[in-house]
Structure formats: structure tokens, C-alpha cells
């Protein structure tokens, strides 16, 4: 029996660092039917700031118990943000909170960890700020805590700990332990040295595949739900390999995927690791199947939020008329808004010729701006064929229409949903969504080619 004919509907837990959504999907089109959403909050008590894992514990269960009754599912899928990672007690409860990965840690941490960790070659994963790498966390908890630590019996990747919550079984999966933790090597597929150096091999649950059935959804919880069947609990994924995998199923390399939440990712499936910049933030990720994608990333969506709550709100149609003037003024803004990560490690944010500038002039430059950063982010992976762009910036049209002009290349728009919930799906055997993607979207805008020299230079000036 397929997937499709044994599900009728799945449920997918999808937990972003800005939003958490418990979402239904029909199993035969792809499509969500019912959607409960929630913000995702970070706690500052304590030691350091960490997730509120038992509101969003709250918040799942009582969107699961809701939905066995209306529109009723037969499975669960998971998909969650990356730089994550539990730290269980022998008990199955949290040995330490949850640490929020945009903690900044003390220099010598920071210093001590620099020395531990392995090189670029070995993992294709950068050195980043904060807790973006897994590794430097768990640094971190070990070497400031050790008491606390010193509970921790088992290590779990992120999605897992729900599923392990929702199931009873403890595993770690190859996307989250290959989204720049340190903690995976990419071409061997097993643990890189890293976990031996921090003394915490023994630890790390088993790694099993993000396709793996870890079993039904244990009785008592299934019992407090209403579930009156068996559900079984898939062992989930990586968010921006859930949004990536519809693509690796339904085309065929090489193209691009620009998946656009928090943070903007880049893929450039079909090509190669050997020119990654780890000083520019692009790294191998791990797709689902376990093979290594050249990935690069910024802040884009964090920018986009900032950016527009200071500038205020304006129509859509004004800010697509004001794309060419603001383009022949040369009003434009450099990076960084969201310092720390992006492919120009460094720069202040700054504003070019805006002086007397309207406020959908500036929120047209806003998105040329993040276009130029993703033409930057896709040439830094030697991205090819057409660009695939999943998300919040599919709705936007400036974005797209400067990308294909900026890249001279076809532009997918695949509005809607962020993709991560379809691709958390896909995990079940069920077929990919039907699209609503737009035609192929090839742009010329006049004078953008300067604009964009005018930008570079900038840039180093």
C-alpha cells in the first residue's frame, strides 16, 4: 500500500526561531487544510536565554488534540529551525534549558572554542557569531556549567526532541547535524572530530534517516489527544532541507533554491564544495538523502522586518513603481542590518543618496538591496539554472523582478507557504504539493547593472 493510499492527512509540527505552526496537510494534494499558529518566544531567566520549550509543548499538543478530531491525521511530521540542540537528563527531561542560538558567549569561550574546532575542509562549516554553530554551544554548557552538564545522559538535533517527546526514541538526523554545527563531516557522513574533542561521542543519540518511522505516538499522549488509531511519528528535518527537498524531488540539477524565513539560504544543488568562502558565510548543508549541498545565507527576512517597521508601511504598487526611480537615483543600502552572518562579514549599514527620498523609494531599495545580497549569496556557490524562490519573498514582486535582471536568470516564484511544512511531509511518502508557482519571471530593469557597480564599490570604499 502507498503512502498516499494509507494517509489521508498528515500533521506537521513546524517550529521557526520568529513563528511555531502545527499545520494539516491533505496527503493527496499536498495542500494544508487547517493551520494553528504561535509566536516563538525566548525566556530570559536563568542562566541564558532559552526557548519556552514547555509553551510550545503546550501549544503542539493542544493543536494536535484539536485537529484528531477536525480534519483528523494519520501521521506526524517535524521540521524545525537549525542551531539547535537538547541536552536531555537520564529522566528524558531537559538536563539545561534550551539555549537561544543568538546568546553571545564570553570572549574566552569564544577563543577556547575557536582552537577545539575542526577546519572548514573537514566539516564545510564556518566559524559563525553567537551559538550559530551547534558546537560552540555545547561548548559553552559544558565548559560554564559542568554541573548541570554533567546530567546531560543523552544529545539530541532539534526536530528530534519533538519527535522524541511525541515517541519515546532518542535520535539525531544528518540535516540538522550538517546545517554548520561543526559536529558532521559531509563527505565521510559520520561525526567529525569535534565530538571526540568535546568529550561527547557517548552522548550523541543514534543518527537515523529524517524517512524513518520511529514508532506510534505513545500510548498515554495518543490517549490524552483522542487519537483512536495508531500514529506513527516520523524522525523530521531541518526546515530549510524540508523547504529544499519538493525541489530535489520535482527537477533535476543543476538550479537554485532560495528559501526565504528568518533567514535567507541559498542552495545550489548539482554543484560543488571546492570554492566555499567560510569567511563569507556559505557551507555544505546536508540534504535529506545525506548528500552535501553548497549553501550560502544572511539574515534577509530579520533585515526585511526591521527595515520595514522603521520605514513604515506602504502599497505593494507604489513600491513597484518606485523600483526604476529609485534605481536612477541611486538610493541604496549597504549591509549589514543583522550583523554577524551574511556574505559581507563586517559592513555597517549605511544609506546611499537618500536624502528627500520617499518612503516607497526606500522600501523599493530595501528589496533591491536584499536582491543584490542574494545575487552575492548564489554567486558565492556557483549556483546554476533557474532560481526556485520559496517563502515570504515570493510575494514580492521588486525582489524577483531585480534577482532575474541582477542574475539574467529565470525566477520561479512559489508563493504561499513556507515550503518547510510540504517538505516535512514529503518525509511520509506522500506527493509533493501542487504549486501555484508563477511562470518563469525574466526581468531587464534600466540602469540596474550600474546600480549594481555603484553598490560593489561601495562596498570597499
Same mark, same amino acid.
Not at 539547535?84 to 538536563?95: E, I
Not at 548528500?291 to 550560502?296: F, G, I, Q
Not at 524577483?400 to 525566477?411: C, E
Given at each position: 500500500?502507498?503512502?498516499?493510499?494509507?494517509?489521508?492527512?498528515?500533521?506537521?509540527?513546524?517550529?521557526?526561531?520568529?513563528?511555531?505552526?502545527?499545520?494539516?496537510?491533505?496527503?493527496?494534494?499536498?495542500?494544508?487544510?487547517?493551520?494553528?499558529?504561535?509566536?516563538?518566544?525566548? !525566556?530570559?531567566?536563568?542562566?541564558?536565554?532559552?526557548?519556552?520549550?514547555?509553551?510550545?509543548?503546550?501549544?503542539?499538543?493542544?493543536?494536535?488534540?484539536?485537529?484528531?478530531?477536525?480534519?483528523?491525521?494519520?501521521?506526524?511530521?517535524?521540521?524545525?529551525?537549525?542551531? %539547535?540542540?537538547?541536552?536531555?537528563?537520564?529522566?528524558? %527531561?531537559?538536563?539545561?534549558?534550551?539555549?537561544?542560538?543568538?546568546?553571545?558567549?564570553?570572549?574566552?569561550?569564544?577563543?577556547?572554542?575557536?582552537?577545539?574546532?575542526?577546519?572548514?575542509?573537514?566539516?564545510?562549516?564556518?566559524?559563525?557569531?553567537?551559538?550559530?554553530?551547534?558546537?560552540?554551544?555545547?561548548?559553552?554548557?559544558?565548559?560554564?556549567?559542568?554541573?548541570?552538564?554533567?546530567?546531560?545522559?543523552?544529545?539530541?538535533?532539534?526536530?528530534?526532541?519533538?519527535?522524541?517527546?511525541?515517541?519515546?526514541?532518542?535520535?539525531?538526523?544528518?540535516?540538522?547535524?550538517?546545517?554548520?554545527?561543526?559536529?558532521?563531516?559531509?563527505?565521510?557522513?559520520?561525526?567529525?572530530?569535534?565530538?571526540?574533542?568535546?568529550?561527547?561521542?557517548?552522548?550523541?543519540?543514534?543518527?537515523? &534517516?529524517?524517512?524513518?518511522?520511529?514508532?506510534?505516538?505513545?500510548?498515554?499522549?495518543?490517549?490524552?489527544?483522542?487519537?483512536?488509531?495508531?500514529?506513527?511519528?516520523?524522525?523530521?528535518?531541518?526546515?530549510?532541507?524540508?523547504? !529544499?527537498?519538493?525541489?530535489?524531488?520535482?527537477?533535476?540539477?543543476?538550479?537554485?533554491?532560495? &528559501?526565504?524565513?528568518?533567514?535567507?539560504?541559498?542552495?545550489?544543488?548539482?554543484?560543488?564544495?571546492?570554492?566555499?568562502?567560510?569567511?563569507?558565510?556559505?557551507?555544505?548543508?546536508?540534504?535529506?538523502?545525506?548528500?552535501?549541498?553548497?549553501?550560502?545565507?544572511?539574515?534577509?527576512?530579520?533585515?526585511?522586518?526591521?527595515?520595514?517597521?522603521?520605514?513604515?508601511?506602504?502599497?505593494?504598487?507604489?513600491?513597484?513603481?518606485?523600483?526604476?526611480?529609485?534605481?536612477?537615483?541611486?538610493?541604496?543600502?549597504?549591509?549589514?542590518?543583522?550583523?554577524?552572518?551574511?556574505?559581507?562579514?563586517?559592513?555597517?549599514?549605511?544609506?546611499?543618496?537618500?536624502?528627500?527620498?520617499?518612503?516607497?523609494?526606500?522600501?523599493?531599495?530595501?528589496?533591491?538591496?536584499?536582491?543584490?545580497?542574494?545575487?552575492?549569496?548564489?554567486?558565492?556557490?556557483?549556483?546554476?539554472?533557474?532560481?526556485?524562490?520559496?517563502?515570504?519573498?515570493?510575494?514580492?514582486?521588486?525582489?524577483?523582478?531585480?534577482? %532575474?535582471?541582477?542574475?539574467?536568470?529565470?525566477?520561479?516564484?512559489?508563493?504561499? &507557504?513556507?515550503?518547510? &511544512?510540504?517538505?516535512?511531509?514529503?518525509?511520509?511518502?506522500?506527493?509533493?504539493?501542487?504549486?501555484?508557482?508563477?511562470?518563469?519571471?525574466?526581468?531587464?530593469?534600466?540602469?540596474?547593472?550600474?546600480?549594481?557597480?555603484?553598490?560593489?564599490?561601495?562596498?570597499?570604499?
Amino acid at each position: 500500500m502507498s503512502a498516499t493510499q494509507a494517509y489521508r492527512h498528515i500533521a506537521v509540527i513546524d517550529i521557526g526561531k520568529t513563528n511555531a505552526k502545527v499545520v494539516v496537510l491533505d496527503a493527496e494534494t499536498g495542500g494544508e487544510i487547517a493551520v494553528v499558529k504561535t509566536a516563538n518566544s525566548v !525566556l530570559k531567566s536563568g542562566s541564558y536565554p532559552h526557548y519556552d520549550i514547555e509553551r510550545l509543548w503546550d501549544f503542539i499538543i493542544s493543536a494536535l488534540k484539536g485537529f484528531a478530531r477536525v480534519p483528523g491525521f494519520d501521521a506526524i511530521s517535524i521540521t524545525t529551525h537549525g542551531a %539547535s540542540a537538547v541536552m536531555l537528563a537520564a529522566d528524558g %527531561s531537559l538536563a539545561m534549558p534550551v539555549l537561544d542560538y543568538e546568546h553571545g558567549y564570553p570572549q574566552a569561550i569564544q577563543d577556547t572554542y575557536a582552537r577545539l574546532r575542526p577546519g572548514f575542509a573537514e566539516t564545510f562549516s564556518p566559524g559563525l557569531s553567537v551559538g550559530l554553530n551547534v558546537g560552540a554551544q555545547i561548548h559553552y554548557l559544558k565548559s560554564t556549567f559542568p554541573a548541570d552538564f554533567a546530567r546531560v545522559a543523552t544529545i539530541l538535533t532539534y526536530p528530534q526532541y519533538w519527535a522524541f517527546r511525541l515517541s519515546g526514541i532518542a535520535t539525531n538526523e544528518v540535516t540538522s547535524l550538517g546545517c554548520h554545527t561543526d559536529l558532521w563531516n559531509p563527505t565521510t557522513q559520520s561525526y567529525s572530530s569535534l565530538v571526540d574533542t568535546l568529550g561527547i561521542r557517548g552522548l550523541m543519540a543514534p543518527v537515523r &534517516s529524517a524517512f524513518d518511522v520511529l514508532g506510534p505516538v505513545l500510548p498515554a499522549l495518543a490517549a490524552s489527544m483522542g487519537l483512536t488509531k495508531s500514529v506513527p511519528v516520523y524522525c523530521g528535518i531541518h526546515d530549510s532541507n524540508a523547504s !529544499l527537498l519538493p525541489h530535489l524531488v520535482e527537477n533535476e540539477a543543476p538550479f537554485a533554491v532560495v &528559501s526565504t524565513g528568518t533567514w535567507v539560504i541559498s542552495f545550489g544543488v548539482g554543484g560543488d564544495l571546492e570554492h566555499l568562502d567560510p569567511a563569507r558565510d556559505t557551507l555544505a548543508n546536508v540534504d535529506a538523502y545525506g548528500r552535501a549541498v553548497p549553501s550560502s545565507r544572511f539574515m534577509g527576512g530579520r533585515e526585511f522586518e526591521l527595515l520595514a517597521a522603521e520605514i513604515g508601511a506602504v502599497a505593494p504598487e507604489a513600491i513597484e513603481a518606485a523600483l526604476e526611480p529609485a534605481i536612477s537615483k541611486g538610493l541604496m543600502l549597504l549591509p549589514n542590518i543583522a550583523e554577524g552572518s551574511g556574505p559581507f562579514p563586517g559592513s555597517k549599514r549605511r544609506w546611499i543618496a537618500d536624502h528627500a527620498a520617499s518612503n516607497a523609494e526606500r522600501l523599493a531599495a530595501v528589496s533591491l538591496y536584499l536582491a543584490l545580497m542574494t545575487e552575492a549569496c548564489l554567486g558565492l556557490i556557483g549556483a546554476k539554472g533557474p532560481i526556485f524562490v520559496e517563502g515570504p519573498f515570493a510575494l514580492n514582486r521588486v525582489y524577483l523582478k531585480a534577482l %532575474s535582471a541582477l542574475t539574467n536568470t529565470d525566477v520561479i516564484a512559489l508563493p504561499g &507557504s513556507t515550503g518547510t &511544512s510540504q517538505g516535512a511531509a514529503l518525509l511520509t511518502g506522500i506527493r509533493p504539493a501542487t504549486t501555484t508557482e508563477s511562470s518563469p519571471l525574466r526581468a531587464e530593469l534600466t540602469g540596474l547593472i550600474r546600480y549594481r557597480q555603484a553598490w560593489r564599490d561601495a562596498l570597499i570604499s
